[in-house]
């Protein structure tokens, strides 16, 4: 039964929407290049997609705590900074920071002077070292080659330490 207002003739138009030809219905020539225009494109744009998928950095936020924030590559550059800072110095801590970090530090050292510069590693040498200070280590946030470190010095004392991640690994870096 017809419709009131309808058009029940079916049209090339219509047909092609359908997609293939339905009950023995020929396609016309223009029908059929249609058709494969729609699924060249179909599969351009899948292409496309997926290049763009695969070009995206994995900037992905994730979160490590406990045993995986201590034992992550993060940690353990965090770690082999602190321990060459304490040991030996600016210099000795140099290839595990960035340039920002060094310069940093290097504009405290400017700041507070030798003295002011050796009671801040003095400070610093009170607390946990090595393995005990791993252990302080809580949690990591990573965002694509930037990370967030954090260690738990006291119930009340938290360390923020950020890190990026350079052609030569995680260094410690300035707060992004």
Same mark, same amino acid.
């Given at each position: 039964m017809a419709v009131p207002g309808t058009d029940t003739r079916d049209s090339a138009e219509t047909s092609s929407l359908r997609g293939p030809a339905l009950a023995g219905e020929a396609r016309s020539?223009? @029908?059929?290049?249609?058709?494969?225009?729609? =699924?060249?494109? *179909?599969? !351009?744009m899948i292409r496309v997609l997926a290049?763009?998928? !695969? +070009?995206?950095?994995?900037? $992905?936020a994730q979160t490590l705590?406990?045993?995986?924030?201590r034992k992550? +590559?993060?940690a353990d550059a965090f770690l082999a900074y602190e321990k060459a800072l304490l040991a030996g110095g !600016?210099?000795?801590?140099?290839?595990? *920071?960035?340039?920002?970090?060094f310069e940093e530090l290097n504009g405290m050292l400017k700041t507070w002077g030798e003295d002011g510069f050796k @009671?801040?590693?003095?400070? *610093?040498?009170?607390?946990?070292?090595? =393995?005990a200070r791993r252990k302080q280590i809580e949690k990591v946030e990573l965002t694509g080659g930037y990370a967030v470190l954090e260690a738990r010095d006291s119930p009340q004392v938290l360390t923020v330490q $950020? !890190?990026?991640?350079?052609?030569?690994?995680w260094q410690v870096d300035v707060r992004r």
């Open positions: 020539g223009k @029908q059929r290049v249609h058709a494969y225009a729609r =699924e060249a494109f *179909m599969k !351009l290049a763009v998928a !695969l +070009a995206i950095p994995s900037s $992905h705590t406990g045993t995986q924030a992550s +590559a993060q !600016l210099d000795a801590a140099q290839p595990y *920071m960035t340039a920002a970090k @009671q801040f590693l003095d400070r *610093m040498r009170g607390g946990a070292q090595g =393995e $950020h !890190l990026t991640k350079t052609k030569d690994g």
